[in-house]
């Protein structure tokens, strides 16, 4: 199984075949193409778009004739004036495509009735129920005194979603016998009840014979046009109400409909034969497609059948001959889509090298859920082919898949770049005995050009996992970098590994999501007055706590989106936190102030200091209770935009503090430049000041530093009370540590002020 793995990505192409043939019968029997058949019947009617024979003329009920006569509906009366106008030029048949349902004035009634028995010739329109009642009754009977002497055509017609009638019917059951269609009369053409037939829609409506209803009754037409002639009267107006789409043209009158219908089938009559003659055709072209081995060949098949289909039917269908081609479109496409799909899979899975296949094919395998995967790393194959001559690639490759294969000559190998080489094997196999053999080749040189290449490789194991082979391989590789890094000689993969790299992939991403969530909160540190021993702020330091794998440690998360430019949304969270308690706070009596770390990589955002004024502004905190302390301080070591932002926020009346101030670039060039109020010496310094003179000194000499610029002085760290009194004695103005307070939430803080100013008032 292992040595046709490469084989198995492709399926047997008549599985294939058989998938098509059932997806496209469900894809015919449902319809699923009707939208787009109807789209392309369309587009070939274009190309045999021809005119109206001319011997069925259409009176039109238009908006001019609405106009001219008056009020809609008309009496019956104006119908009369029209047969008898009709009559008198000699048209053929008098067709109304206009129901007359029910008695109105009697005059008007018999006025009618009496026009057309004199004709002898018109036909009036009846319409049946459809659906599961079909024929059932009549929907719409002409009254009887009408219906007497004139012939019935039903007028009733299946239409579509796009309201366009794509099957008309030769004759519809009724009570009392079948009843023709207005166009089988027309064409005088017979055909058996319930049957349909398909509309010519290439015939272009534009050149039916129309008059205007107003003028036939007015008596101004030319009566030349309808001698000899049918005639089809019918609503064109929309305020008739009886509109169809036209395909091909638009929105016309339903009486349009009757008269293509009728010129249709004087045409001939039409033969439609579904969708399944071409489908079969399809799926043969398919078979035989499957059967060349040419990409050039299948190409040119699929292509000319599709152009066939698209293009082939305009000519029957100008013989009145009718089939639906998208089913076999789908099966074209169905195949030729497969077939790309195979043909570019193919092409990504093989090594151009070596000719053996890639990792593409490997992470393509099927059926390896339960193999171990183990990776090789030639750990200097770059620096090797650095030093070969040019095309001398393959030589190398070659060696090394020579000694991978000692002892599994059938093994099939997967080379990746970069010297990576991998394989499935049994997971009960004694991985240690057999690496290690392979471990001892490698350590004889290679030859290659003439040159004795020495190899450095390392082997990782991935046992049989439920995870994807994609996830596999690297966690193999995992393991032989970490193999190599500890100098052994293979290692297996630690899944511990993979989480941990997993959490800190994903940590950036879902900081911004825990923010949303409330995951993220703030602590509130105190800040001790050495000088009255009270508390006059506090310094907020952002919490998270994950809902899975709970406290996360600030120095990881602060950290990371620092490095990776995301700090701004905490920040700002941060910032809106920690203003509005010292806003409560201030309200409530006493002075409090507030800090805050700001990233330096925040001092080139030209609207922070925008946001923080309206911030302040919105919490009515006074800019002077707010202190930021820069972080990152290497990024200030110079002048430019960051130096420009901190004099803006001294201007606004924030106070800026020099965070872990001690460490890094602390000079007093650098002490000169920022334009700061206060420095946080480094606890690093001030938790050795009882027991180390040095650092004794070094905090000492910043104090007194510090001072004569007139800054204030904030020792942070402070863990124990002999090291506050120490910085008592040497004259610092703020503690911040263990000693004072540890972080808290907001709650915890209000209670700890209010019990210092209780104590104070008493």
Known sequence: MIKRADRTVDASPWKLLLWTAVAGLIFGLIGFGEIAEDFLRVARNRLHWHKASGDIVLVKIDDQSLRDIGRWPWPRSNYARLTDELDKAGANRIFFDLTFVGPTDAVEDDAFAKAIERSGRVYLATRTLSGPQQGAELEGTPLPILAKHARLGTISVNYNYQNAAWHLPFALPAPGGAIDSFSAELAKRKGQSGTVFMPDYSLDPSTIPTIPAAEVIGKQFDPRAVRGKDVVIGGTAEAVGDQYFIPGTGKMGGAVVHVIGGETLKSGKPLYLGWLPLFGAAMALAAACLRRRSASHQGAMLGAGAVTLLLAPAALEARLVYLDITPALFVLAVVGSALFWRRYRRRGLVNAIS???????????????????????????????????????????????????????????????????????????????????????????????????????????????????????????????????????????????????????????????????????????????????????????????????????????????????????????????????????????????????????????????????????????????????????????????????????????????????????????????????????????VKGIVDNRSDRVMVQSTIGLAHSLDRKVVAEGVEHHDILDVLITMGCDIAQGYAVGRPMSLEALTKRLSSDRKRSAA
């Open 355 to 685: 000719n053996l296949p890639n990792l593409n094919a490997l992470r393509a395998h099927r059926g390896a859920k339960n193999l171990a995967l183990i990776a090789a790393r030639v750990m200097n194959y770059e620096e090797i082919l650095a030093t070969l001559p040019p095309n001398s690639e393959r030589q190398l490759v070659d060696q090394i898949v020579a000694r991978l294969k000692v002892g599994s000559p059938e093994r099939t190998l997967y080379q990746g770049d970069g010297g990576i080489f991998a394989w499935f094997d049994d997971p009960k196999r004694a991985f240690g005995n057999h690496l290690e053999a392979l471990y001892a080749l490698f350590r004889t040189p290679a030859r290659v050009a003439g040159l004795s290449l020495d190899l450095t490789i390392a082997f990782g194991v991935e046992v049989g996992s439920g995870r994807s082979l994609a996830s596999r391989l690297a966690s193999a590789l995992v393991g032989a970098e970490e193999a190599a890094h500890d100098g052994l000689k293979w290692k297996y993969f630690d899944p511990g590994t993979l989480e941990d790299a997993s959490w800190k992939l994903s940590m950036l991403s879902q900081l911004d999501e825990a923010i949303d969530r409330g995951e993220v909160w703030v602590a509130y540190q105190p800040k001790l007055d050495l000088a009255t021993r009270r508390i006059i702020g506090a310094e907020a330091l952002a919490r998270w706590t994950h809902p899975e794998k709970g406290p996360i440690a600030a120095t990881e998360f602060v950290a990371a989106a620092e490095q990776h430019n995301r700090i701004g949304k905490l920040t700002d969270y941060v910032l809106e936190k920690a203003v509005k308690a010292a806003a409560q706070i201030n309200k409530r009596g006493g002075e409090f102030d507030v800090a805050v770390n700001l990233s330096a990589r925040l001092l080139t955002d030209k609207g922070f200091t925008l946001r923080l004024s309206a911030l302040l502004a919105r919490h009515g905190l006074s800019p002077q209770h707010l202190t930021l302390e820069l972080t990152e301080t290497a990024a200030l070591a110079g002048s430019g935009d960051g130096l420009e932002m901190i004099t803006r926020l001294r201007d606004i009346g924030v106070r800026i503090a020099i965070d872990d101030y001690g460490t890094g670039l602390s000079t007093l060039d650098y002490l000169k430049k920022i334009p700061a109020n206060e420095i946080k010496i480094d606890q690093s310094f």
